[in-house]
């Protein structure tokens, strides 16, 4: 099935055919770790992990190489360091990582490359030098600029006339540009700042240079896929792509631009039990990462997203659906001693192109019916459980397709009694196994009135218990 990705270049939707099936390169702009990252920052890690296993899928495991960045030089992150008095570095480590762990919770997979700054400076200062070699970057005042005017391209990837750059940079235009549009690649820092030597002075780099390097070193250009936010699209993407051009010689920096849309927080829309909560590991707390991620994925990528607490809300009972329908065979399963374990492969693939999930999934990516997909195999094994002599094959079956769908999307991951007890704490937890046992150990016992009086208990924590030919399962209520 040919995969279709929308290409801000050519702002067309077009077929993606990698430069090699076998190495097929992605590259998405990273976080700046200087704090607890919003949960507007994870739109993009959400959408672009999901590219990712598309692109696996597609093309192998092995074959995709998925390259985002860490902006660990920064001046919100020198101003960090300073009001704390320790170094940079303790900064940077403890906020990637609460952002590598909140990403995980959200499903997303290790990129396969995660440089930082700190880590490519020698590849950053060895292409500046070539900027200026080529005739497409000078030095000025302990800065080194690039020269807009070096690359007639200058503006194609957003759209923007030079003079209306010019409008825009025209606020504060430092003495030293040759050109108001020209940005910086190298400058120099503040006393007490982290430096870095270079042949134009110690200093550190600007922010633009830093993609550009990476990409260079570690998936070399052109790249298959270059992705990001929207607002990232003029000035950064624009000067990524400049400086890539120049500094390789080359006509195509990426073949595909991909940017997902704004997630717009509209305040007075959020719950009460949300309360403005926009960060996303206090978000974590509240719900589980499949729930937020759902509700990151809910719209088109590239559509905005309005994100309020009645989004969450549907995406937890979507998954709630879900699971409980896998709590069900399992059940149903078990008391008519049934066996769902071994479906056919070749009528799994059936019913997941009949369900027009991985249609949805490779036409750029359309997780709305990507997700109308899944609830179509969910009719299904419904239609055929309820059947009063139900046809265990076409539900293993169904079910697989059902698992095999929503696992490439990230979801259905946990174990369903497990999603249940999820509202929980460990203390509850152990609680309640701990009744749970008892009454098991009072009714083996035939001591009814012990088991009762442990059922009453089980019901003031909010448990609801369900028997089964393998023993107990439970779960807490829903709230009413
Ligand atoms: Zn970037």
């Not at 006393?191 to 550009?212: F, K, T």
């Amino acid at each position: 099935m040919t995969l279709s990705l929308y290409d801000t270049m050519s702002r067309s939707k077009r077929a993606f055919v990698p430069r090699d099936p076998q190495r097929v390169t992605m590259y998405v702009c990273g976080p700046t770790v200087y704090n607890f990252a919003h949960i507007g920052n994870f739109r993009p890690v959400v959408v672009f992990d999901l590219l990712f296993r598309v692109l696996r899928h597609q093309f192998g495991d092995a074959a995709v190489l998925y390259a985002a960045n860490v902006t660990d030089v920064d001046d919100k992150i020198n101003k960090k360091a300073a009001d704390e008095g320790v170094p940079i570095s303790a900064v940077t480590d403890r906020y990637l990582s609460a952002y590598n762990a909140d990403a995980a919770a959200l499903g997303a997979l290790k990129p396969t490359f995660q440089p930082r700054v700190t880590e490519t400076m020698d590849a950053i200062v060895e292409m500046i030098g070539r900027l200026i070699e080529n005739g497409a970057a000078y030095a000025a005042e302990g800065h080194v600029l690039f020269d807009t005017q070096a690359f007639p391209d200058y503006g194609k990837l957003s759209g923007r006339p030079m003079d209306e750059m010019i409008a825009g940079a025209r606020v504060d235009v430092a003495p030293y540009k040759r050109h108001p549009a020209d940005f910086v690649l190298w400058k120099p820092s503040k006393a007490n700042e982290p430096e870095w030597e270079s042949p134009w002075g110690p200093g550190r780099p600007g922010w633009h240079i830093e993609c550009s390097a990476m990409i260079e070193q570690v998936l070399g250009l052109p790249i298959d896929i270059h992705g990001g936010g929207i607002d990232l699209v003029f000035p950064h993407h624009e000067n990524e792509l400049a400086q890539g051009c120049c500094a390789d010689k080359v006509d195509t920096y990426a073949r595909f631009w991909m940017h997902n849309g704004f997630l717009n927080m509209a305040e007075e829309k959020m719950s009460k039990s949300l309360g403005n909560v926009a960060l996303a590991h206090e978000l974590l707390q509240t719900y589980p990462g499949e729930a937020i991620r759902w509700a990151l994925l809910a719209g088109h990528y590239r559509a905005p997203l309005e994100w309020n607490g009645e989004l969450i809300e549907q995406a937890k009972r979507a998954l709630d659906r879900l699971y409980q329908l896998l709590v069900d065979v399992g059940r149903v399963a078990g008391d008519k001693g049934a066996d769902v374990s071994g479906p056919d492969a070749a009528k799994v693939e059936k019913h997941l192109a009949a369900s027009g999930f991985m249609a949805a999934l490779v036409d750029d990516l359309n997780t709305p019916s990507a997700f109308s997909s899944l609830f179509a195999i969910l009719n299904g094994v419904r239609a055929e459980l309820m059947k009063p002599d139900p046809d265990w094959a076409s539900i293993a079956d169904q079910r697989a397709a059902l698992l095999k769908a929503a696992n490439l999307m990230g979801f259905l991951e946990q174990d369903p009694n497990a999603w249940f007890q999820g509202a929980a704490d460990e203390g509850l937890k152990a609680k309640v196994e701990a009744l749970i046992a008892a009454r098991a150990e009072a009714r083996a016992a035939k001591d009814w009135p012990e088991a009762d009086r442990i059922r009453v208990q089980l019901a003031a924590l909010n448990v609801e218990v369900m028997d089964g030919p393998t023993g107990a399962t439970w779960r807490i209520k829903e709230q009413v």
